[in-house]
Every structure is written in structure tokens, then in C-alpha cells.
């Protein structure tokens, strides 16, 4: 067995165990570019200036609220190596009457990242014309936005990415 895959299996869950993230509640989520390369665009004038896979990235970012009723999403930034976003769950519309299951399937967390890993995956590779290339690192970090206080730290942390892009060890170039 190589390394690489037993140190993949020994990768510890960020996911808290007992927690149902189908449930109704806000998350803030990290998607990092396969080895965190700087695919997104880069950061000029202290602001991010996106370039065509950036927007492939921000379009579906924001396509994933349209196509699944349960999520509302909140503060949202692209850096040139990963995104920060926020994501809200709202009750099922399909749940309400007595004895009944939803009319549509629920969506966890984990499944709404995969698909928008996957869709941006697809459409990315097509442009740059490398099928099959990592675009993502497999795994993602999440937070459960516990109260508004959390609710409101994250959004400026978010907001405040880019600014901070020069001074952060972990994004040089």
C-alpha cells in the first residue's frame, strides 16, 4: 500500500458524528484547489480580479441556491487558491404535512459540496481541455455557525480575505 492512500484512509472527519447535516442550519465552508494551486485568478490591489475559471466557480456558487430550495447562501469570496462561503439550510418545502415524506430528496451538506465540486470540476477541465485533472482537494472544511455573533466574525472574515491575501504565510505564491 503507498503512502498517499494510507494516509488517506487515515484522515480524521471534520464532521462532528452525531450532527444531521440535512438539518436546518448555517454552515461556513473552505474549498481548497487541488495542492492550492492559484487557479481562480489573482489578487491585485488588494482585491480579487477572477479570471474564466474563477467565474465558472463564482456562477456555480451561486447556481447551487437556484437549484436546490433548501440552501440560502450568505458571504461568499474566491482567492486564488480557495473559496470561503457560507451556507444556510432552510426547512424542506416539501416537509410540512402530517405523515407524509418530503416530495423532493434532502440535500447534506456534504452532497451539495460534491456536486458543486463535481459540476466546476467538468467545466473546468473542458476549458483548460485536461479531462480527468484535480481541480479540488477531496476534502472541504466546515463550521456550524452556532449564534449571531459567529454568524457575523465569519461574514467579515470572508468580506476581509482578500486584504489580508499578502500578509497570510499560506497563499504566497
Not at 20 to 40: I, K, M, P, W
Not at 107 to 131: C, D, V, Y
Not at 146 to 159: F, G, Q, S, V
Request: glycine share 6%.
Amino acid at each position: 500500500m503507498s503512502t498517499l492512500v494510507g494516509m488517506a484512509r487515515d484522515r480524521q472527519s471534520t464532521r462532528l458524528r452525531e450532527y444531521d447535516y440535512t438539518s436546518a442550519g448555517a454552515y461556513f465552508v473552505t474549498l481548497c484547489a487541488q495542492n492550492r494551486e492559484h487557479l481562480f485568478g489573482e489578487i491585485q490591489d488588494r482585491q480579487m480580479c477572477l479570471n474564466q475559471i474563477g467565474e465558472i466557480v463564482r456562477t456555480e456558487w451561486y447556481w447551487s441556491e437556484v437549484v436546490r430550495p433548501t440552501i440560502d447562501l450568505d458571504a461568499f469570496v474566491i482567492v486564488p487558491n480557495h473559496v470561503h462561503g457560507m451556507v444556510m439550510f432552510t426547512p424542506d418545502p416539501g416537509v410540512g404535512a402530517h405523515s407524509c415524506a418530503p416530495l423532493r430528496p434532502r440535500h447534506s451538506l456534504g452532497s451539495s459540496i460534491a456536486q458543486f465540486k463535481a459540476t466546476t470540476t467538468k467545466q473546468i477541465n473542458e476549458l483548460r481541455g485536461a479531462p480527468g485533472i484535480k481541480v479540488w482537494q477531496h476534502n472541504y472544511y466546515e463550521r456550524i455557525i452556532r449564534d449571531e455573533d459567529e454568524l457575523n466574525t465569519i461574514r467579515a472574515y470572508i468580506e476581509n480575505n482578500p486584504l489580508a491575501w499578502d500578509t497570510d504565510g499560506e497563499n504566497v505564491a
